[in-house]
């Protein structure tokens, strides 16, 4: 990958992504690096990258009517060598406010209902259980990465940190309508959409613009619709496979993060290509084919 990109400026560099500068555009790269509890573990995930990178374009597809999305090309400008596991977007100001929307109780909302009966400053009924559907959608946001990541914030702190409590409505009246729109389809393709986080942006003309990745393992919580029954942890196809392998090492959470087994690597990438492949209705193969990665 190195040979191919040597040329251009590195713009920024993630726990998965890496962003390359085109000019009044970026090349956004996602690797096969997985990460818990925000250091990166030292073996990839073969074709994570991919999957992550086709199931965020089939999304913008699906919510292109719902807000509009910075996908610019998945071909033209990406070098062959990346291509089906990267894409050409438009540069955004990016807001720095990760919008998070809970449909279910899980994760760090059970966590906050089991104190306070309420999750994000949001009152909740009383005697809802784990992994719970919630009566509606929920929005919690939370501070990006760079200001504070995984605080749990109410919408008068997100209006704070978006720069104004207008675009802190347009960014929940967008997260909901787009978590909405993705949760029934992947209901309808057997998969519940407990809960997921989104990025935006505005560009130019100061029109919010899904940015960053959509509904994918890495940013979400997907459980499988059979045998899902509320009041326990769900059994899932997104990354909690290896956070739940992590945690049960003794590890510390802090760096270096250990070596994943042989075993949990091939176990979590049939998780993510199932997820890919149910999601999409597609082979992840086909999606390689289609731009161009067929020969990676």
């Given at each position: ?176 309508n787009v978590y909405e729109r993705c ?114």
């Amino acid at each position: 990958m190195a040979a191919a990109i040597a040329d251009l400026p590195l713009f920024a560099s993630g726990k998965v992504r890496d962003i390359y500068d085109l000019g009044d555009r970026l090349l956004l790269v996602a690797s096969d690096r997985i990460s818990t509890y925000d250091v990166v573990h030292p073996t990839p995930i073969p074709d994570k990258g991919a999957v992550l990178t086709g199931l965020s374009a089939f999304w913008f597809e699906l919510t292109a009517d719902v807000v509009p999305n910075h996908l610019v090309s998945l071909t033209d400008g990406v070098p062959e060598a990346v291509r089906g596991r990267a894409m050409v977007v438009k540069k955004l100001s990016m807001v720095p406010v990760e919008c998070v929307v809970r449909g279910y109780l899980a994760g760090s909302g059970w966590s906050d209902y089991t104190r306070t009966q309420s999750v994000s400053g949001i009152a909740l009924p009383a005697n809802l259980s784990e992994s719970q559907r919630l009566p509606e959608p929920i929005f919690t946001p939370s501070p990006t990465a760079d200001v504070g990541h995984d605080e749990a914030i109410d919408f008068e702190r997100a209006a704070a940190l978006a720069g104004g409590r207008d675009l802190a409505e347009r960014l929940r009246h967008a997260s909901l309508n787009v978590y909405e729109r993705c949760a029934e389809h992947a209901r309808a393709r057997g998969i519940i959409l407990a809960d997921t986080k989104f990025e935006f942006g505005l560009d130019d003309r100061r029109e919010l613009t899904l940015a960053d990745e959509v509904c994918t393992p890495d940013s979400s919580r997907f459980w499988p619709v059979a045998g899902y029954a509320p009041g326990a942890g769900q059994p899932s196809f997104d990354k909690q496979y290896v956070r739940d392998w992590a945690s049960s090492t003794g590890w510390d959470k802090r760096p270096p993060a250990p070596a994943i087994p042989d075993e949990i690597v091939a176990r979590t990438r049939e998780k993510y290509l199932e997820a890919y492949e149910l999601i999409t209705g597609e082979p992840l193969t086909a999606w390689l084919e289609r731009t161009g990665a067929s020969s990676r």
